[in-house]
């Protein structure tokens, strides 16, 4: 459910705020509200096709045998989650920027009314197929059952809409920077948490066996079925008898997004140097 909760929260809140930045900045355009509704709508659309075709792929790899089908849902949940977090590291700066710009254009007319129904659209078709795969990892994963996952789901999105709102609204202060910031951290782990689980189905369907022996046993301190290990392994995919594979691949997962992030980093504007 917390996994759920976390991965749902971070799209809404990134696609509510590019949402954000193009309702302040063209406030004064007329009809803009049926422009960006309409770009909404069509993004909805779109995720809502992604998230059937890909309830479609399960069926369709049963024959293969679920460990398998649940190892390579994870494994391209773990790519696309480093790559979303080496792309905002990337582009994250120069994202506002943009947008502000290209409202501002709208707004004086040198672009047409369709290019915000179009921004919005890609926003959130985008931030909606990925939100749609990475619950089927989580589902992989997690055997919390449908309802938690849909409850920590509804939440995520709950809480993201209210975050946007209010920030948009100016009700109350959250540097996007530190959400940002925060949500990286847990969505790497998360990744993290996820290779080391597809690990675990494909020893499970014999397609990996080397470095299999447990490295430690705290079932009986802390219990992965319990509340609190249940709660460790949605956060940072912990598991109570890892082996030295899940471990190798869970540190690997972790030393390879912070490297990426950090070679594509797009580095800060120099601060302006005030005259003497």
């Known amino acids: 459910m917390l996994a759920a909760l976390i991965i749902v929260f971070r799209e809404v809140f990134e696609a509510g705020l590019i949402v954000g930045i193009v309702l302040a900045v063209t406030s004064a355009v007329p009809h803009r509200l049926r422009w960006i509704g309409a770009g909404l709508f069509a993004g909805l659309v779109g995720a809502c096709i992604v998230a059937a075709f890909a309830g479609t792929l399960t069926q369709l790899f049963e024959g293969m045998g679920q460990e398998v089908f649940n190892a390579a849902i994870l494994s391209t949940a773990v790519i696309m989650l480093t790559w979303h977090n080496v792309w905002m590291a990337r582009h994250g700066r120069e994202m506002a920027s943009e947008l502000r710009t290209m409202g501002q254009a709208v707004a004086e007319g040198a672009k047409p009314l369709v290019a915000l129904a179009t921004v919005i659209a890609i926003a959130v078709l985008r931030e909606g197929s990925e939100v749609a795969l990475f619950l089927y990892g989580v589902a992989a994963s997690d055997e919390g059952g449908g309802r938690a996952l849909l409850g920590g789901g509804a939440l995520g999105l709950l809480l993201g809409v209210?975050?946007?709102?209010?920030?948009?609204?100016?009700?109350?202060?959250?540097?996007?920077?530190?959400?940002?910031?925060?949500?990286?951290?847990?969505?790497?782990?998360?990744?993290?948490?996820?290779?080391?689980?597809?690990?675990?189905?494909?020893?499970?369907?014999?397609?990996?066996?080397s470095?299999?022996?447990?490295?430690?046993?705290?079932?009986?301190?802390?219990?992965?079925?319990?509340?609190a290990g249940r709660t460790l392994k949605a956060l940072i995919g912990y598991t109570d008898q890892p082996t030295a594979m899940q471990l190798a691949v869970y540190v690997g997962v972790i030393v390879a997004t912070i490297a990426l992030m950090r070679l594509t980093a797009t580095p800060a504007p120099p601060r302006a140097v005030a005259a003497e």
């Open 211 to 227: 470095f299999d022996q447990v490295i430690w046993d705290s079932s009986a301190v802390l219990p992965e079925k319990g509340l």
């Open 162 to 209: 209210a975050v946007c709102l209010a920030t948009y609204l100016g009700l109350m202060r959250i540097p996007p920077r530190a959400l940002f910031r925060t949500t990286t951290v847990l969505i790497t782990l998360l990744s993290a948490g996820m290779a080391a689980q597809a690990v675990f189905f494909l020893a499970r369907a014999n397609w990996l066996t």
